[in-house]
């Protein structure tokens, strides 16, 4: 099969999210079958891979990607134009929205990863949020299948939308190479190079509203205890400006919160690693990899009982309503001040990110595209 990828996410200097998704899930397909060529569209080229059943088709060469608008129109229109020229099979929809004009023969995969739009669309910018309400909308009306990365994200579309359970298939993430490694020794590691307290509580996620840090800064406000430090690792967002405000109302000094902003791939497992507890507060997420991460570092968990939380952290985890600022807060004291119940958690957290596996995942994936030849 000669199957079409839109790579738009993997034209980004950094990985997380749905890139990180993308990536793996190409990576591994190379790695489990050799019997079909992958095709990557996007205006700008992807991440290199010497490999030949991997075949790039880009529009320009630039040191810096096309925003989303300008590479959805150039997918849409030259894009197209060339998978017409090299015969495409079936298109694989990333970013929640397929091309028009398509030939009639390409069957349309398209991932769907949360429905933001439909239950929180305040938290999202407002172009984002223009183009899935539109061009997701038609996508997911058009698909011939459609992946999502949990059952709650499965059942959410097929209440919302209408969308027929036969025609979803369930595909997890998975916390890829990340393992256990010494604590102490990744405490002071993340310590050295970012200045972080030896002794921290961690949360993973962009800064932007739908991950609720509000709950943790109010939960852990009133202790106002520089013993333990609250890491919060992720790049800026958008509409944050109240929790930054909320911050300063606080009174919280850098001991006691750190932002440290975009940390790279190769400092994650040992930032995991190094954390004493890792908190995950988030009201809404499609499936949530940062807790599955932790959970495969050997930090104990405390998420969010929202959405598809559950399904990831499984009876590993400690889950609260997202709201609740007290049960936050004596958790938080509990797990931290409980060394038996951290050793339990931490057993069951690796049990639970076994369960879950990037070549599975491709699989999976490759039986969705199998099912059209």
């Not at 199957?3 to 591994?28: C, M, Q, R, W």
């Not at 490999?51 to 150039?74: G, H, M, V, Y």
């Not at 797990?335 to 038996?340: E, I, M, N, Q, W």
Request: aromatic share 12%.
């Amino acid at each position: 099969m000669n199957i079409a990828v839109d790579a738009f996410p993997l034209t980004g200097e950094t990985f997380t999210g749905i890139p990180n998704y993308v990536k793996n899930i190409v990576s591994n397909l190379l790695l489990i079958s050799r019997l079909n060529n992958y095709f990557l569209y996007s205006k700008n080229p992807v991440f290199d891979i010497n490999e030949t059943k991997l075949i790039q088709r880009f529009d320009c060469l630039t040191s810096r990607p096309a925003k989303s608008f300008k590479n959805t129109l150039w997918l849409f229109t030259g894009g197209v134009r060339l998978m017409k020229r090299d015969n495409i099979d079936i298109f694989w929809g990333t970013r929640q929205m397929l091309p028009p004009y398509l030939p009639g023969h390409v069957k349309k995969v398209l991932t769907v990863y949360d429905l933001v739009w439909h239950y929180f669309p305040e938290t999202m910018g407002s172009y984002n949020r223009l183009v899935s309400m539109v061009l997701g909308k038609r996508a997911i009306k058009s698909a011939d299948h459609i992946i999502t990365i949990s059952k709650a994200t499965a059942g959410a579309l097929s209440e919302v939308t209408d969308v027929s359970p036969e025609k979803i298939s369930v595909i997890y993430p998975a916390a890829g190479t990340y393992n256990p490694l010494d604590k102490t020794a990744a405490a002071d590691y993340i310590a050295g190079k970012y200045g972080t307290s030896v002794k921290y509580i961690l949360t993973v996620s962009t800064v932007e509203p739908r991950k609720n840090l509000t709950t943790l800064l109010r939960a852990l406000g009133p202790s106002k205890n520089e013993a333990v430090q609250l890491v919060i690792a992720g790049a800026s967002g958008w509409k944050n400006s109240a929790l930054y405000a909320d911050y300063e109302k606080l009174g919280f000094s850098e001991k006691q919160v750190k932002f440290l902003g975009y940390v790279p791939d190769e400092d994650m497992n040992s930032l995991y690693s190094g954390a004493s507890l890792f908190v995950f507060p988030s009201i809404y997420e499609g499936f949530g990899i940062p807790p599955l991460e932790a959970m495969a570092s050997g930090t104990p968990v405390i998420a969010s009982n929202s959405s598809s939380l559950p399904e990831v952290a499984g009876e590993a985890g400690i889950l609260l309503d997202p709201l609740d600022e007290t049960g936050w807060r004596n958790a938080i004291r509990k797990v931290l001040s409980d060394t038996s119940l951290q050793e339990r958690m931490i057993k069951k957290g690796f049990e639970q990110a076994s369960f879950f596996s990037w070549k599975e995942s491709a699989m999976q994936t490759l039986k969705v595209f199998e099912k059209f030849v």
